[in-house]
Structure formats: C-alpha cells, structure tokens
C-alpha cells in the first residue's frame, strides 16, 4: 500500500497486524458463540470468541517492533512487549451479538504513553468491522481511511487490505441515531434530547457499538452510550472504546462528547474505567451537550 510521507511505520504494522488476525478471528466465531465459564474485569460474562481473539490479538500485536504493551477489555493486566506504545484493544465489541449473529468489531486504540492515558495520547486509532464484508477504518497521522480486508484465516501475513475511502468523513445531513441503555434507565435530560433526535433522525441500533458508529460514519447522525441514572459513567470502557472511537470520529470531522467536553479531554483513573460516550455530528454533540447542561 501506497503511504504519505508522514506515516507512521509502527502504526502501520500494528493494523497490518490487526488486519492480519481478522480473518481467523471472524473464521473462529461458529464454534465459539458459547460463553467461556469466566468474567472480565468489569464483571460482565466472557463468551468463548471473547477469549480467543484477545489471545490471537495479544500475540499479534505483542510481537510488533515498537509496540511497548497490550492491554484488553478481556484482562486484567497489562501484556509486557518491550518498549514503545501502549496498544488497548477490545477483542470482540457486541459479543452478546454472538448469539443471535449480528455485527460485531474489534476496536484498537494506539496510546504514546503508559496505560489509563488521555485520548489526547491516542496517535492512531481503529476498528474492523465484521459484517457481512470485513472492513477496517483506521484513524491516523494520515486521515481518516476505510479498507476491505480479505485473506487467509492463519494471520501468517496474508490478509489483504482494499483501500475503498481514504478519506472518511461524517456527512453533513445526519440520517441515524442509534442508543444505548434501557429507555427508564436514562436520565431526564438525556431522554429530552433522544425524543427530539428521534422526530428528526431513524433509528439505527445493532447493539455493537462498531457496527452503531460505522453507520454514523457513513450516513451521518449520532451514537450514545449514555450516562445512566444508576451508572453515571455508562457501560463502554475509556481506554478500550470511548477514547478510541472518539478520536476516530473527530478525525473524521465529527465531535465526541462524555457530556461535558470531547472524550479526549476525560482524565484517564484507572485501566477498565467506564466513561459515557456521545459521538456524531458536531451539531448533535453540540445540542446534547446543552441539553445535558439543563
Ligand atoms: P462488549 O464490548 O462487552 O461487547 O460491550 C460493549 C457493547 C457495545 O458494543 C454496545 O454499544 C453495547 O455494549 C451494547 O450494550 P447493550 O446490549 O446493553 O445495549
Ligand atoms: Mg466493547
């Protein structure tokens, strides 16, 4: 693949990486849509395809030249690779959709600087997306790129990566909306802005987070896992989600917000924190972020 000059040789071969492992992670999901018997570190039940992608990852990405860590959803340490960036992933976004078979991801965050860090560290961020296509939007130095990615199941280096945008960006006319949460577990300012958003916009909600923001990237519009009543930071993780797709989004033009400022500005506490996410339109993050205010 052709690059700019200002590409970054390290960021370029952890996604080589991730795009390397997609195919063996998406050819294991039939025999693994059973749950593993084990609880991650946010107590939530971990399924058998959980398990075996954050190995295949921990072992790709652990194994680049440049990369100093791995960090997972899935883990409660951190993986010591040697020196150089702090990579956090989340092996397999939407696992719950295992089960009935919808879209899932996997979700990379690439950090300069020890973990919990700021989103203002993150230097390269991306997703893949196993949909009916398998596609990775990476965000780096270089813009905001969508790819196919197709190839070998054996993540020996053999995936091929199809440029098919490279230059992704919201478009400007919002078209989707897609919420997280149980409607009585949202909080009243937050339910006053969805019952305007859902006079304006259609409903767009799969249940992974990947698949909810990449038709957000793609029609325009806005995705939330919302503060709850009772979880005021939400239910997505900060180091593992919301910094990751909150940068992505913004590169593209869009704007990320916790509620109160962009997602990169959050101070980083603890690994597997949770943070609420808001990311979309600058327009709609704009109008959430006053409605959160009142
Ligand atoms: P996971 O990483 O354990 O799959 O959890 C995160 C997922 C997100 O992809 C999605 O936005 C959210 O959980 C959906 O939660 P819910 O099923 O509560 O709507
Ligand atoms: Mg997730």
Not at 121 to 146: F, H, K, Q, S
Not at 223 to 241: C, I, M, S, T, W
Not at 253 to 261: E, I, R
Request: no cysteine; net charge negative.
């Amino acid at each position: 693949m052709v690059r700019d000059a200002s590409a970054n040789p390290v960021v370029d071969a952890v996604f080589d990486a991730v795009a390397n492992t997609a195919p063996a992670v998406r050819e294991a999901l039939p025999g693994r849509r059973v749950e593993s018997g084990t609880e991650n570190p946010s107590g939530e039940t971990v399924m058998a395809a959980d398990v075996y992608a954050d190995e295949l990852l921990a072992e790709a990405v652990s194994a680049v030249d440049g990369v100093g860590s791995y960090a997972s959803e899935e883990r409660r340490e951190t993986v010591d690779a040697g020196e150089g960036y702090a990579v956090a992933v989340d092996p397999l976004d939407g696992s719950s959709n295992l089960r009935s078979n919808n879209a899932m991801g996997t979700v990379v965050g690439v950090y300069d600087s020890p973990l919990p860090a700021s989103g203002r560290d993150l230097v390269a961020a991306g997703y893949v997306l196993y949909g009916p296509i398998t596609t990775m939007v990476v965000a780096d130095a270089t813009g905001v790129r969508e790819e196919v990615v197709e190839g070998d199941s054996d993540g020996d280096g053999g995936a091929s990566r199809t440029v098919v945008d490279d230059d992704l960006s919201v478009p400007d006319e919002p078209t989707v909306y897609g919420f997280g949460g149980r409607v009585p577990d949202w909080t009243d300012d937050f339910l006053a802005y969805a019952r305007e958003v859902e006079s304006e916009l259609k409903l767009r909600y799969g249940g992974a987070m990947v698949g909810d923001v990449n038709q957000v990237l793609t029609y325009g519009g806005v995705f939330a896992y919302p503060a709850l009543v009772d979880a005021p930071a939400g239910k997505l993780r900060h180091q593992f989600e919301a910094n990751p797709i909150a940068f992505i989004v913004e590169r593209a033009g869009g704007a990320s917000s916790t509620g109160d400022g962009s997602v990169l500005d959050a101070e980083a506490s603890t690994l597997h924190q949770r943070a609420p996410l808001y990311v979309g339109n600058e327009s709609l993050i704009d109008r959430l972020e006053d409605a959160l205010d009142e």
